[in-house]
């Protein structure tokens, strides 16, 4: 007698996942059919979406917020997009004008909001920074600032539009030319007043079971009246963790009196976390890598080396002189970089994955550091994918980039990303300094909060997701209808992989297959009880029709360099290992008899 299998994912069209978290980074999509429907913009999804993710889909509470910055400061038809400084809002002015010349530049314009207490600046207000500077434009001309916003990453986040419109609502918040118009005397909401600590005996730590609404979280699990001074010892806090350094799952205050744990610290002399820089997203901390190297050799083209995630792609080709592009990652690929540098071209940097992704295939970091040293270029690697504990990258690049968004926070709840600088990197001296010069920190303080406690468990947890993912691997070799299997473990380019794996590090949680026909894909992936939504790196199994939601306007393109359309992402979760094989198992059942 067959047991009817039980769906516990069944996740409608377009809630949050997780389901009922007002500051979730994916969306649900749980057929074939709705990942189309999402491309199309069929309203059957669009209308239904409660969210997505942050870079694609401008979150209510940012919308919001615009719409009355528009009210206030604008004009019958414009629109507003907003960031964390006027610097910013100042570069996405410079790619407006470079993506539309026609435009009169009277039609787009800045408004800075500030705290009317600037000019008394109180010490929770210097400390959590609420500014938003708001690039006025024609609604026609929204899909050039939604580029800008996409590729860039440096949008506000959603906590801190939530902040700051509260502030503008109290006429708190208030444009730069006016401040001598308004009294100064609110300091923002309630909560952030007394100061307390959020490692109190009725803090997170004594909790048992989670908190019903998640948009209480702050406040539940760190008390009612957050210290938000506290900030400064959360991103302290995440950087050492980042660095590798800071590895217990502990509170705030134990955390940073322990001691460096050396066996996992990133095994490069003289790093420490102050070479570790944050940002507001991972591309944000991409596409300023990007701009900072170009003030050192501006003029020259990158690499991108190995398929990349789409946006990596678009930024050196949209911002800078263009790149060159080696979609395979192949050994025959550099070789013929290895022709063009010996023959006098020369490269600003060359960026990659480790590994990539969805092919999960890594590159030869030993062979492109050596080119790098020989005709001198930057080495930019992404380790997003493999994280450090499973991978040591740091001594093949100049800089490391992530996005601690992924498995680095895993609660799929906050935004983050991470630049960092290899002191024994032939420019490092340059590096630094440009950093010093350039960085601004605008990852929002409540951001930094939840980043640090989610990120308190990373250890364990990657442990734990890298048994699951071998797991369901064994599952998906194992049946006949699956065409292809991508993990770095199986991969012919394990060798590459296998050089940076620490003496503890597993593959990764994140693998993809393919299947013999889009009918098998589709059956499959409608039949596999897991969420499904973008992103990756969540502590839940999160699965998607990967090509269809990142490449859907060019598959041809993306098939030419091997990444079918019907290949299907898994990004492993926590879960219980039995119970993910059976989810897998009962899918690739679903799958027709020829």
């Known amino acids: 007698m067959t047991v009817a299998f039980a769906f516990e994912n069944d996740i409608e069209v377009g809630e949050s996942l997780p389901p009922m978290t007002a500051h979730a980074v994916s969306v649900s999509l749980p057929t074939w059919r709705a990942n189309v429907g999402y491309e199309e913009g069929e309203d059957w999804v669009v209308s239904k979406m409660k969210t997505g993710y942050p870079r694609f889909f401008i979150h209510v509470s940012i919308e919001k917020f615009a719409v009355a910055i528009v009210s206030k400061y604008g004009q019958s038809g414009d629109r507003a997009m907003l960031f964390p400084s006027h610097v910013i809002a100042s570069r996405c002015l410079d790619f407006f004008s470079k993506q539309a010349p026609d435009l009169d530049q009277r039609q787009i314009r800045i408004v800075d909001l500030v705290p009317t207490a600037e000019k008394e600046r109180s010490e929770e207000l210097s400390l959590i920074s609420p500014k938003i500077s708001a690039v006025l434009f024609p609604q026609e001309r929204f899909p050039i600032a939604k580029a800008f916003w996409q590729h860039s990453g440096d949008g506000i986040s959603s906590r801190r539009a939530e902040f700051c419109h509260s502030l503008f609502t109290k006429g708190a918040l208030v444009d730069r030319t006016r401040l001598d118009e308004v009294p100064r005397s609110c300091k923002g909401p309630r909560r952030y007043h007394r100061k307390t600590s959020i490692d109190v005996t009725n803090g997170p730590d004594a909790l048992n079971g989670e908190v019903q609404d998640p948009t209480q979280f702050v406040e539940e699990r760190f008390g009612r009246n957050l210290n938000i001074s506290l900030t400064a010892n959360a991103k302290l806090a995440v950087k050492r963790r980042i660095a590798g ?21 990133r095994n490069v002399p003289d790093f420490t976390e102050d070479d570790v820089y944050l940002y507001p997203c991972g591309m944000s901390s991409i596409f300023n890598t990007h701009r900072n190297l170009m003030t050192t050799r501006g003029g020259l083209k990158s690499i991108v080396f ?12 949209k911002f800078g002189p263009g790149c060159v592009f080696y979609g395979f990652g192949s050994s025959e690929e550099l070789d ?68 601690l968004t992924k498995v680095f926070s895993g609660d799929s709840n906050v935004m983050g990303g991470s630049a960092i600088l290899n002191p ?80 503890t590090g597993g593959y990764g949680g994140l693998l993809s297959a393919t299947f013999y026909s889009k009918q098998d894909a589709i059956a499959f992936f409608d039949n596999l009880d897991t969420a499904k939504g973008p992103s990756l790196g969540t502590n839940f199994t999160l699965s998607s029709p990967y090509v269809i939601l990142a490449h859907y306007g060019e598959l041809d393109w993306a098939a030419s360099y091997g990444v079918d359309a019907n290949l299907v992402r898994f990004s492993v979760g926590l879960e219980d290992t039995d119970k993910l094989i059976k989810i897998f198992r009962h899918a690739l059942d679903s799958i027709p008899s020829n």
């Open 424 to 503: 024994k990197a032939p420019h490092y001296k340059i590096l630094k300094q440009l950093w010093e010069n350039d960085y601004e920190d605008n990852h929002w303080a409540e951001d930094s909060i939840f980043l640090e406690r989610n990120s308190r468990d990373f250890v364990s947890r990657i442990e734990r997701i890298n048994a699951n993912a071998e797991a369901i691997c064994d599952v998906l070799c194992a049946h006949p209808r699956v065409k292809e299997l991508n993990y770095p473990k199986y991969s012919p380019t394990r060798c590459f992989y296998d050089k940076c794996r620490t003496p």
């Open 245 to 265: 350094s800071l590895t217990a799952n502990v509170g705030l205050s134990e955390a940073l009196a322990l001691e460096r744990d050396t066996e996992r610290a």
């Open 336 to 403: 013929d970089l290895e022709k063009k540098l010996e023959a006098g071209e020369r490269f600003l940097a060359l960026f990659t994955e480790f590994p990539g992704n969805p092919l999960l295939k890594s590159p030869d970091l030993v062979r492109i550091r050596a080119l790098a040293d020989r005709y001198d270029f930057f080495v930019i690697v992404d380790e997003t994918v493999g994280n450090f504990l499973n991978v040591n990258v740091l001594p093949y690049a100049d800089v490391v980039v992530s996005s």
């Open 306 to 317: 190995g398929f990349p995630y789409i946006d990596t792609l678009k930024i050196v080709q």
